[in-house]
């Protein structure tokens, strides 16, 4: 087995959001990647610039931070024939490792671009250097870039920033200091290519909290619905941790719960709400072990947002009570009026 650590950089629209591709908002314009094998010894590396047809001209904010100019991108590869040698160059028996999770989503949206989508099968599993350089050394996710997290660990800077090999490079020598316990225990799920039935669903458990990725549905109601999707179990014991507080929405993306085990306390409960590209809905489902400060606040929050909603309610039924009041008196002088 072989760790794939690759970065990429691409384009976007120059002339606005209103102008762009929907299909292809973001075009790759260079590969880079490094191959360690698994004993995370560099043995080979991968580097190709690619000719745009998208969007053939740079957008502002891309010049002024890539280091490759018109020239060198017209002389460069089709992607097409570019990701296909990427690919066989990367073999079999791989895990791809990356810096943010940002780019193998693009590496997936371009190949559905080109109908080459099936050349990477997904979901993806994979290592996400940015969220465990997060948990090893500040003890949390974090989003720090790439550069700030070579200066903190005092590597040297031998190549530039934002060019696909160099940053290949530098994430594959901040993976190379993280513990192995920890990288597995952190592996990481790209769900592009989300679940598609019921037996694909997928269930992981990490230390403090599990994860479970829904198949896809027509609506968010119908997800709601599903008992796998709402159902809370307790990942320490495999027993149901039976709701204190039932699901409620926080926004139209997020639904929370609290829910509590006899043996191992209280867990909270989140569901994010993700859209495919073809307009239909999957779950990303988390559940994780609280202790009784933050369980206090779930309950704090169901109670604000209660009470919110209620008194929403209450204004809009008053405000209908008072244009219907003004219907009527009009409508009364008008009875009048015929008589």
């Not at 039935?197 to 458990?205: A, G, L, R, W, Y």
């Amino acid at each position: 087995m072989n760790y794939i650590v690759f970065d990429l950089e691409w384009n976007q629209c120059p002339y606005g959001k209103e102008q762009e591709n929907r299909r292809l908002p973001f075009e790759i314009l260079e590969i880079g990647a490094v191959k360690l094998d698994e004993n995370k010894n560099m043995v080979d590396s991968f580097q190709e610039v690619i000719k745009p047809a998208v969007y053939k001209k740079l957008h502002f904010h891309t010049r002024e931070i890539l280091d490759l100019d018109a020239a060198v991108l017209k002389q460069g590869c089709p992607f097409p024939k570019a990701v296909k040698k990427f690919l066989t160059w990367c073999g079999q028996d791989v895990k791809f490792c990356t810096w943010g999770s940002s780019d193998l989503v693009e590496l997936q949206r371009n190949l559905k671009y080109y109908k080459l989508l099936s050349l990477l099968k997904g979901p993806i599993f994979y290592y996400d250097i940015q969220k465990l350089f997060g948990l090893v050394y500040e003890g949390e996710k974090t989003t720090r870039s790439l550069e700030y997290a070579i200066d903190f660990l005092e590597e040297g800077k031998e190549g530039k920033f934002h060019r696909a090999l160099n940053d290949a490079h530098y994430t594959a020598e901040i993976f190379r200091k993280l513990p192995q316990t920890v990288i597995e225990e952190y592996e990481s799920i790209d769900c592009y290519q989300n679940p598609k039935s019921k037996s694909q669903e997928i269930q992981m458990i990490y230390p403090g909290y599990s994860k479970f990725i829904s198949r896809e549905f027509l609506s968010k109601e119908d997800a709601m619905k599903d008992r796998e999707v709402t159902r809370t179990k307790c990942f320490l014991c495999g027993e149901t941790a039976r709701k204190k507080v039932r699901w409620f929405s926080v926004n139209p993306k997020s639904n929370l719960c609290l829910a509590f085990c006899p043996e191992h306390g209280y867990f909270k409960g989140k569901i994010r709400m993700k859209k495919t590209d073809e307009g239909k809905y999957y779950v990303i489902k988390t559940l994780k072990l609280i202790d009784l400060e933050e369980a206090a606040s779930i309950r704090e929050r169901k109670e604000l947002l209660t009470k919110k909603r209620r008194m929403k309610r209450h204004q809009e039924k008053e405000e209908k009570i008072g244009k219907g009041g003004k219907t009527s008196l009009y409508g009364n002088a008008s009875k009048s009026k015929r008589k």
